[in-house]
Every structure is written in structure tokens, then in C-alpha cells.
């Protein structure tokens, strides 16, 4: 496995793990439109096939999680630890010693998923979501920050 930049020919892989990761996935104009705006984009790469991505992007000195999946053959088996340890390294070595994300209430393994790295919950915000769902807003600080 390895975890690499995100490249245009990675774009259909990663499209067919967001549509089935996401009721409400990005389409691929705006995973597009987020690359060429600078956003962070990596993918782990396991034989020929991307396997799982992050997107995430920094404001105002804090790092944000856009979003990040695995595709559903490969859950459980480290490839999001990974990917978000690569994350981490990646705002740490810019400075950037706070991340923030929102999560959709009821994504139980997403939110044990952060706890498990060190995430924590910081506030709820209802009616977040299009459906009206509410997010869990957790925050991460690296502990010699
Ligand atoms: C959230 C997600 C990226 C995690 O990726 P993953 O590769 O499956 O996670 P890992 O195997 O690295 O899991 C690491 C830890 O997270 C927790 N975790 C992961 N999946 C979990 C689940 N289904 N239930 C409970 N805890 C879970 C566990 O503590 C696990 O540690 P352990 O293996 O030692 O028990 C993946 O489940 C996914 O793609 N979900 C759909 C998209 C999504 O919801 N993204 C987040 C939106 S904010």
C-alpha cells in the first residue's frame, strides 16, 4: 500500500468510493474544482487500484478534513489510520497544530474512528446537513502544541 498525491487518472476510483461512502457525495466537478483550488488530495494506492482518499485543506492557520473514505471492500483493515496519520504529518510539517471536522451524527464508526486518533468532540450543530441532520464538531491538537 502506499499513500501518494491524488492524480487525474485516480478520479474515477475515487468517485466510485464517494458514491458509495456518502448519501450526499460530492459530484465529480466539485472533487475537481477542489484539487485545482489547492486542496490537499491523497490516495493509498494498493496494486493498481486507489483504495481510499483524503481531501482537506488549510484556513486560517487550521487544518480542515474535508472528507475521507475507504473503499467498502477495505474498511476495517487500517488504510483510513493510514491515510489520516499521512494528514496529520502533512499540517504538522506546515505548522498547522489544530484540525478541525464535521461528521454526520449517526456515523458511528467515522466518529470512534477520530476519537481513535485522538479527535475529540468539541460541539454539535443541528440542522447541519441538507437532510437536517446534525454534525459533531471534533477538533484535533497536537499534544506539544
Ligand atoms: C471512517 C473510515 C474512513 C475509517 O477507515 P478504515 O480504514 O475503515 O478505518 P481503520 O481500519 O483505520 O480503523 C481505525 C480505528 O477506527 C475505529 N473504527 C473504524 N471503523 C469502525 C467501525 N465500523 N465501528 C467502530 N469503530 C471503527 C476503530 O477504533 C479502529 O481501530 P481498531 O481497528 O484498532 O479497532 C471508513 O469507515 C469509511 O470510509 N467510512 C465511510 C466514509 C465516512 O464516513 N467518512 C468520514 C466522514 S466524516
Redesign the pocket.
Known amino acids: 500500500m502506499i499513500i501518494r498525491d491524488f492524480k487525474l487518472s485516480d478520479i474515477d476510483d475515487v468517485l466510485a ?1 464517494e458514491y458509495e ?2 448519501p450526499d457525495p460530492y459530484p465529480v466537478d466539485i472533487l475537481l474544482q477542489l484539487h485545482n483550488s489547492g486542496a490537499g488530495f491523497i490516495v493509498a494506492q494498493l496494486g493498481k487500484h486507489v483504495v ?1 482518499y483524503v481531501i482537506f485543506w488549510i484556513r486560517n492557520r487550521i487544518g480542515h ?1 474535508i ?6 471492500k ?11 496519520e499521512k494528514t496529520l504529518k502533512i499540517f504538522f510539517s506546515n505548522n498547522i497544530n489544530t484540525v478541525g ?4 451524527k449517526s ?4 466518529v ?6 485522538g479527535f475529540v468532540k468539541v460541539s454539535e450543530e443541528e440542522d447541519y446537513y441538507n437532510d437536517g441532520e446534525s454534525a459533531i464538531i471534533m477538533h484535533y491538537t497536537k499534544a506539544d502544541n
Request: proline letters at 0%; zero cysteines; charged letters at 15%.
Open positions: 468510493i461512502s456518502f481510499g478534513i472528507a475521507i473514505a475507504v473503499d467498502s477495505y474498511r476495517n483493515m487500517h488504510v483510513g489510520s493510514l491515510m489520516i471536522l464535521e461528521v454526520r456515523n458511528t464508526a467515522a470512534n474512528f477520530y476519537l481513535k486518533h
